[in-house]
T-cell receptor, first 110, second 114 residues
Framework: QKEVEQNSGPLSVPEGAIASLNCTYSDRGSQSFFWYRQYSGKSPELIMSIYSNGDKEDGRFTAQLNKASQYVSLLIRDSQPSDSATYLCAVTGGSYIPTFGRGTSLIVHP | SQTIHQWPATLVQPVGSPLSLECTVEGTSNPNLYWYRQAAGRGLQLLFY??????ISSEVPQNLSASRPQDRQFILSSKKLLLSDSGFYLC?????????????FGNGTRLTVT
């Protein structure tokens, strides 16, 4: 059974701070890793993809992957109240069907 | 660019009534298609996926069914809804043959069974 674990939160950070969201996965053969943002009542929206060890930056977002530790994280710099949402981690292994974590709720307070 | 349309946006149905939710994708050919359900406060549950016309795989035994009558059309159905079928239903697509392709979701249908 492939598992993707996320702390459900909520993670509360002040505006302007760095939010750090973490995700661990059980399948060592996993190859592709995705972060989605889901606002309340809305569908998930892809914000980052990462495929190799290290960091990948896109604007205020940085995804970090460590395959040896089976760990992927998402950093949000200069957090804004509009970043308040649930963040879903998704992992794909040999098949094309991703396994989703249950998500971490992020609250950015002014 | 690719777009995915899903309708209706909201639906209230009585227990025992039938269900039909439709999803279409534009701007791509031969995509993988998926139906997910998200119960309130819960994670995403994969219900069905399809790699081609008429090819449906079910992940969870239940009173729902899916069909793919055309390349870019995916339909979720039920003959008789249960209270437990309430939830947020999401259709998604990905590029075929690419394990690196992320899923792209439609706007979802919020179903309330009363």
């Amino acid at each position: 059974q492939k598992e993707v674990e996320q702390n459900s939160g909520p993670l509360s950070v002040p505006e302007g701070a760095i939010a750090s969201l973490n995700c661990t996965y059980s399948d060592r053969g996993s190859q592709s890793f995705f972060w989605y943002r889901q606002y309340s009542g809305k569908s998930p929206e892809l914000i980052m993809s990462i495929y190799s060890n290290g960091d990948k930056e896109d604007g205020r977002f940085t995804a970090q992957l460590n395959k040896a530790s089976q760990y992927v994280s998402l950093l949000i710099r200069d957090s804004q109240p509009s970043d308040s949402a649930t963040y879903l981690c998704a992992v794909t292994g040999g098949s094309y069907i991703p396994t989703f974590g249950r998500g971490t709720s992020l609250i950015v307070h002014p | 660019s690719q777009t995915i349309h899903q309708w209706p946006a909201t639906l209230v149905q009585p227990v025992g009534s039938p269900l039909s939710l439709e999803c279409t994708v534009e701007g791509t050919s031969n995509p993988n298609l998926y139906w997910y359900r998200q119960a309130a406060g819960r994670g995403l549950q994969l219900l069905f996926y399809s790699v081609g016309i008429g090819q449906i795989s079910s992940e969870v035994p239940q009173n729902l069914s899916a069909s793919r009558p055309q390349d870019r059309q995916f339909i979720l159905s039920s003959k008789k809804l249960l209270l437990s079928d309430s939830g947020f239903y999401l259709c998604a697509w990905s590029v075929k043959g690419q394990g690196r392709s992320p899923l792209h979701f439609g706007n979802g249908t919020r179903l309330t069974v009363t």
